[in-house]
């Protein structure tokens, strides 16, 4: 019988705000999806051959060819 009057005394408190009563836990929400990595266009470029390489390009096609050598190394690396 102790447990019932117990029990309306604690719901009559809890009425009247006196009382706090545990709260449920919230359900977890859905994860996101995972992003996706999307890989970034590569724009075509003319590769650097010997036969486009003169004395009056020689520091450009040096240029381009390393700009190459860097877009190559990261595409092989790819996302860590």
Do not use: F, I
Not at 14 to 20: E, S, Y
Not at 53 to 70: C, K, T
């Amino acid at each position: 019988m102790k447990p019932l009057w117990y029990g309306l005394l604690l719901a009559l408190g809890a009425c009247a705000g006196c009382v706090w009563l545990p709260k449920q836990p919230d359900k977890p929400s859905a994860a996101p999806p995972p992003a996706v990595a999307v890989a970034k266009p590569t724009r075509p470029t003319m590769r650097v051959t010997a036969d486009r390489v003169n004395d009056a390009n020689a520091h450009e096609m040096a240029r381009a060819l390393e700009d190459e050598l860097d877009r190559d190394s990261e595409a092989n690396e790819g996302p860590h």
